[in-house]
């Protein structure tokens, strides 16, 4: 009865707040356009193009959402440097220059305290406050690593990077921002990815057609699944039953079981050189982008592995990173 009385209250406060228009949540993919410096955002609701594209800095590549939603931090390959862009008003609040020539992968941590960036010549991992956005360290990195993307674990302990340059993933302590351990992996590691659980990282490997699996527990390497030509990137909804790795070459996603390390199912085609990948909160849809097929970004139903529509963010754009937010238009009291 007691159930009842609270789940009835819960239900009119809902209501009431909905009816006030307190806090109304709308879903949005944000996306980095390679070859015309901006971010393009997408009403996942729609799948429509929301506003126009926000300018950014030199060839933006990746880029995340801050946990809460109030900010993406976008990293400009040819900068160097990182632009951070308040989600409230799509505009860039701050630009965050790296002494570096090359800057690649961005992850924020749980808590959203700090944000880890990829540099590339240096080789290392810049770390950023991200109430100041000003860089508190850089962890440096072996010479020649030239770390591509980056992964958290979901309790914030760890960060591991895909070492392009020397065909490694490093393992970073983020209570003392050292590295800890290097595992070596496949051939040209480009993208990479921590299951929801927290157990696995799935390191997508560009020139060897294949994902290594690493368990986080002893940082080893335990599977190595084939996977299509070119893979690029890698990423898992919130359940973690499957993940999606985005295959450049052959233009397809091969779609890995997590429990059984095999790839389940073959998605072809879909576009033309796919690249990111990201899963809406519930995770029945994913969204692609295609880096030569017009400024495209597929949606595909996950329960059925069938293109369900195909969206125009900015044509001739070379579309890249792309990371889905949900968005609150009433943020008062809430804090990254």
């Avoid at 020539?101 to 950023?128: E, R």
Wanted: aromatic share 6%; net charge negative; hydrophobic share 40%.
């Amino acid at each position: 009865m007691k159930k009842n009385v609270r789940w009835l209250v819960l239900s009119v406060m809902f209501l009431s707040m909905a009816g006030m228009g307190v806090s109304n949540a709308a879903s949005h993919a944000y996306v980095a356009n390679f070859s015309d410096n901006t971010v393009s955002v997408i009403d996942t609701k729609t799948n429509t193009v929301v506003g126009s594209p926000i300018a950014v800095g030199d060839s933006p590549l990746y880029l995340t959402v801050t946990p809460k939603g109030k900010f993406v931090y976008v990293t400009n390959v040819f900068a160097p440097s990182v632009s951070v862009i308040d989600t409230k008003t799509n505009t860039v609040v701050a630009t965050i220059p790296l002494a570096s020539s090359l800057v690649n992968g961005v992850v924020i941590t749980p808590n959203g305290k700090f944000a880890y960036v990829a540099t590339d010549t240096p080789d290392g991992v810049a770390v950023i406050d991200t109430a100041t956005n000003t860089i508190v360290t850089i962890i440096p990195l072996a010479s020649g690593a030239g770390p591509m993307g980056l992964a958290i674990t979901p309790d914030g302990v760890s960060v591991y990077t895909a070492n392009n340059g020397n065909d490694t993933a490093s393992v970073i302590d983020t209570a003392t921002n050292t590295v800890v351990t290097t595992i070596p992996v496949g051939s040209l590691p480009e993208d990479i990815a921590v299951t929801p659980d927290g157990d696995s990282v799935y390191v997508a490997n560009n020139g060897g057609a294949t994902v290594s699996v690493i368990d986080t527990a002893t940082n080893t390497v335990v599977k190595t699944v084939p996977v299509g030509s070119g893979p690029d990137g890698v990423a898992f909804p919130r359940g973690g039953d499957f993940g999606y790795v985005t295959n450049e070459l052959d233009h397809s996603i091969s779609v890995i079981d997590t429990d059984t390390y095999m790839v389940s199912t073959i998605i072809l085609p879909v576009g033309s050189i796919p690249d990111g990948v990201a899963f809406t909160a519930n995770g029945k849809f994913a969204y692609v982008t295609n880096e030569n097929d017009p400024g495209s970004i597929w949606v595909i139903d996950t329960h059925s592995n069938t293109i369900v529509d195909t969206i125009t963010a900015n044509v001739r754009s070379l579309p890249s990173g792309i990371a889905i937010s949900r968005k609150k238009e009433d943020r008062r009291g809430e804090g990254d």
